[in-house]
Nanobody, 125 residues
């Protein structure tokens, strides 16, 4: 079956860095655009960052611009999110997602096909 397994979350202090990973199995990774959504406490889940099947195009939500970088390794079937200069407002559950298709990513990922279970990131001040 399809599995998206996130890792790398945790509790850190403001200013620290984390790298989230999402290991994908059960589907052809390189046939899918990938992305991250996040849900902060008391807020709706939101699109955070996305990357096309080849990695040639990326798209970031407003909350992700500047301090975060999404990337992928189509050999390792793994998606990454590099998170720098973390702030308390980055505290959220981060979800890995996959969407079938060989398209350039020009906007937020919609109509996601698969979701991971989420990984918690907590940033203390």
């Amino acid at each position: 079956q399809v599995q998206l397994v996130e890792s790398g979350g945790g509790l850190v202090q403001a200013g620290a860095s984390l790298r989230l990973s999402c290991a994908v199995s059960g589907v052809r990774f390189s046939d899918h655009a990938m992305g991250w959504f996040r849900q902060a406490p008391g807020k709706e889940r939101e699109f955070f960052a996305g990357i096309s099947w080849s990695g040639s195009t990326t798209y970031y939500g407003d909350s992700a611009k500047g301090r975060f970088t999404i990337s992928r390794d189509n050999v390792k079937n793994t998606l990454y999110l590099q998170m720098n200069s973390l702030k308390p407002e980055d505290t959220a559950v981060y979800y890995c997602v996959a969407k079938r298709g060989l398209f350039r990513l020009l906007g937020p990922l919609e109509g996601v096909d698969y979701w991971g279970q989420g990984t918690q990131v907590a940033v203390s001040s």
